[in-house]
T-cell receptor, first 116, second 112 residues
Framework: GAVVSQHPSRVICKSGTSVKIECRSL??????MFWYRQFPKQSLMLMAT?????????EQGVEKDKFLINHASLTLSTLTVTSAHPEDSSFYIC????????????FGNGTRLTVT | GQQLNQSPQSMFIQEGEDVSMNCTSS?????WLWYKQDPGEGPVLLIA???AGELTSNGRLTAQFGTTRKDSFLNISASIPSDVGIYFC????????????WGLGTSLAVNP
């Protein structure tokens, strides 16, 4: 089955630093990947859609300069949280769609970010 | 953003019991997906539905795409302790740029 690998699984950083999270599709090519954020006991909130070879599409209210997305190849998308603050602490999850159309999303295991 | 109405919000059952949860939407969907999320992990796809009326099973799990295309249910038969987790429904309609719309989740606890 389609496997999405996300790294790191946990990261603790100091306020003001930047953190990069990687999302890889291991056995399929993904022209589109999605970045979600999830707060405790809540549903997934779509942050942005990452498109290979072009700019990401951000959801309303998500700062593109704070959450930098790079989808440089068909198997890798990265999310960089720039100048992190404690309120950025959250669970970030990436997903990728195998193929096109209505194929389902497959998710990485998430990254727990804690900003101190 | 738009969300689905997923119910119940939480369930606490005895091992061996059957479980049913459902999602409803105010708009028509062309895809329904059911995911399970364990603590600290990403959601795992359980069942994908693409046609109105479609009934699909995955082991002890069964899900149906409602005929009105505005609802879906997930049943778990003979629950076991490892069924514990949060179950999310997600739907997609062609008119929404193919984005997934998520339910708020059903938290399932199983008493062994």
């Amino acid at each position: 089955g389609a496997v999405v690998s996300q790294h790191p699984s946990r990261v603790i950083c100091k306020s003001g630093t930047s953190v990069k999270i990687e999302c890889r599709s291991l056995d399929f090519q993904a022209t589109t990947m999605f970045w979600y954020r999830q707060f405790p006991k809540q549903s997934l909130m779509l942050m942005a859609t990452s498109n290979e070879g072009s700019k990401a599409t951000y959801e309303q209210g998500v700062e593109k300069d704070k959450f930098l997305i790079n989808h440089a190849s068909l198997t890798l998308s990265t999310l960089t949280v720039t100048s992190a603050h404690p309120e950025d602490s959250s669970f970030y999850i990436c997903s990728a769609r195998e193929g096109r159309g209505n194929s389902p999303l497959h998710f990485g295991n998430g990254t727990r970010l804690t900003v101190t | 953003g738009q969300q689905l109405n997923q119910s119940p919000q939480s369930m606490f059952i005895q091992e061996g019991e059957d479980v049913s949860m459902n999602c409803t939407s105010s708009s028509i969907f062309n895809t329904w997906l059911w995911y399970k999320q364990d603590p600290g992990e990403g959601p795992v796809l359980l069942i994908a539905l693409y046609k109105a009326g479609e009934l699909t099973s995955n082991g002890r799990l069964t899900a149906q795409f409602g005929t009105t295309r505005k609802d879906s249910f997930l049943n778990i038969s003979a629950s076991i302790p490892s069924d514990v987790g949060i179950y999310f429904c997600a739907g997609r309609n062609a008119g929404n740029n193919r984005k997934l719309i998520w339910g708020l989740g059903t938290s399932l606890a199983v008493n062994p």
